[in-house]
């Protein structure tokens, strides 16, 4: 149980361009979301969280025009990239908390990549 | 800020033999402690969870340990695999602040065969 999934895993775009990532809980409701950002070698960095059904909850420093977040029902959140651009090449990850209130379960990423 | 960090950021071992990765954490309100392994290029995958009131908390082949006393958390794994090379991170939870996880920086855990 508790399996979160995501697509595509893997994308390659150019610059200007928007990209949608998928997250789904697949086997469980999930109320809140949370998308994480991962640079090579690095620890997950909380990009926002995502409630079902109202706005997301940004961290400092990150753009909510440039990374539009829907969570529209308890099994889907999507992360947009807006006119994505090389700099915003890297490892997305999304969570879900799952029965255990606590707890998150990671989805298995998503690499972007923009030329 | 208070935050969670790891004292070894690479820990080699032997096949077979235990590992031992340490995690320190900074915040006394904390009441939740997950330990998540990531193999490259994949999300992070749940291992093991203990809660502030459990000093001690068993899974297959993997133990947590939690010391309130000097806030420090530790994951043993018995009799490592080449599978368990991986990075390992620990992650603390504040239920006061909307249960958000907190994580460390990461132990890249090697076996050597």
């Known amino acids: 149980g508790a399996v979160v999934s995501q697509h595509p895993s893997w994308v390659i775009c150019k610059s200007g361009t928007s990209v949608k990532i998928e997250c789904r809980s697949l086997?469980?409701?999930?109320?809140?979301m949370f998308w994480y950002r991962q640079f090579p070698k690095q620890s997950l960095m909380l990009m926002a969280t995502?409630?079902?059904?109202?706005?997301?909850?940004?961290e400092q420093g990150v753009e909510k025009d440039k990374f539009l977040i829907n969570h529209a029902s308890l099994t889907l959140s999507t992360l947009t990239v807006t006119s994505a651009h090389p700099e915003d090449s890297s490892f997305y990850i999304c969570?879900?908390?799952?029965?255990?209130?606590?707890?998150?379960?990671f989805g298995p990423g998503t690499r972007l990549l923009v030329l | 800020g208070e935050s969670v960090g790891l004292h070894l950021p690479t820990l080699s071992v032997q096949e077979g033999d235990n590992s031992i990765i340490n995690c320190a954490y900074s915040?006394?309100?904390?009441?939740?402690f997950i330990w998540y392994k990531q193999e490259s290029g994949k999300g992070p995958q749940f291992i093991i969870d203990?809660?502030?009131?459990?000093d001690k908390r068993q899974g297959q082949r993997v133990t947590v340990l939690l010391n309130k006393t000097v806030k420090h958390l530790s994951l043993q794994i018995a009799a490592t695999q080449p599978g368990d090379s991986a990075v390992y991170f620990c992650?603390?939870?504040?239920?006061?602040?909307?249960?958000?996880?907190?994580f460390g920086g990461g132990t890249r855990l090697m076996v050597k065969p």
């Open positions: 969570s879900a908390r799952g029965p255990v209130r606590e707890t998150q379960y």
């Open positions: 992650a603390e939870n504040i239920e006061n602040a909307g249960n958000m996880l907190t």
């Open positions: 915040n006394s309100a904390s009441d939740y």
């Open positions: 086997d469980f409701q999930a109320t809140t």
């Open positions: 995502s409630n079902e059904g109202s706005k997301a909850t940004y």
């Open positions: 203990i809660r502030s009131n459990m």
